[in-house]
């Protein structure tokens, strides 16, 4: 099944780092539960707009999502010392978000990552910047999986981000990542597919449509996970019925579970 990691737990978002700010556990609260009753897997947990309030902002959101979440955290940082301090006040195994072949990053990351159970999303960016071609996301793909295995993380608990890159300003960028998904999972079955949609419709007008459009594309290319907004119902609606269609949902299941739900709505 497809799995959903909740990104509205994160200071970058003005209401999100007002509460955290204020200490507001009631809004935090509410949002998380409404993610989780929307069908989030994982509720991803970023601390660090707030510039020299990260640690003890990750400790405050965790003792207060804790006790209400059903399902596993992502811990969102690039700061190796807030994820280790994180990694120890988490309750279920969680995700890490996240490792990249940038050398500054790479290196802080992986001395982390080694020994850990949990979850990796691994970006396909390098130094180079952005990558090119599909054959360069699967380079990178090859590359992270590799370094990933070597310390002892297994190729199933990998998350590849393959980098989706905005349609309006190369119309090659959809088929680009497509094919990059596709060639990542003939070669590595096991690992996961993630990463953010909406870059692919930056720029242009509809960007919804074209969201929901592309996920749909991408989870028949292999995708089998995205950092989404779970109360976008449109788009939950057209991730459970693509699960569906593609075989992943035993007897229609999740989907007729929507439909009774009313989160799918025709």
């Not at 009631?26 to 990260?54: C, M, S, T």
């Not at 992986?110 to 990796?120: A, Q, R, S, T, Y």
């Amino acid at each position: 099944m497809f799995e959903v990691i909740g990104e509205r737990i994160n200071t970058s978002r003005k209401f999100v780092q007002a509460a955290v700010a204020e200490r507001d556990a009631g809004y935090i609260i509410d949002d998380v539960k409404k993610q989780l009753e929307a069908g989030a897997n994982y509720i991803d947990v970023n601390a660090g707009a707030r510039i020299g309030h990260e640690t003890e902002d990750m400790k405050w959101l965790l003792d207060t999502i804790q006790p209400i979440a059903t399902v596993p955290l992502t811990l969102d940082s690039p700061d190796p010392a807030v994820l280790e301090m994180a990694f120890k006040r988490v309750e279920k195994t969680p995700m890490i978000n996240s490792i990249s072949l940038e050398k500054e990053r790479f290196e802080a990351m992986m001395p982390f990552l080694e020994g850990k159970d949990c979850k990796v999303i691994a970006l396909c960016m390098d130094d180079a910047g952005m990558p090119s071609s599909s054959d360069d996301i699967l380079g990178r793909a090859r590359g992270l999986v590799k370094e990933l295995n070597d310390i002892g993380i297994p190729t199933a608990s990998i998350y590849v981000d393959p980098l989706v890159q905005p349609i309006s300003t190369d119309t090659t960028k959809g088929n680009m990542v497509l094919d990059a998904v596709r060639a990542i999972k003939a070669e590595f079955p096991d690992v996961h597919i993630t990463g953010g949609l909406s870059n692919i419709s930056y720029g242009l007008p509809q960007r919804k449509v074209i969201n929901r459009t592309f996920v749909s594309l991408m989870m028949d290319a292999g995708m089998d996970s995205a950092i989404i907004d779970p109360l976008d119902k449109k788009i939950m609606a057209t991730i459970r019925t693509a699960d569906m269609l593609l075989s992943h949902d035993d007897f229609c299941m999740n989907f007729l579970k929507g439909v009774r739900s009313g989160a799918i709505e025709s």
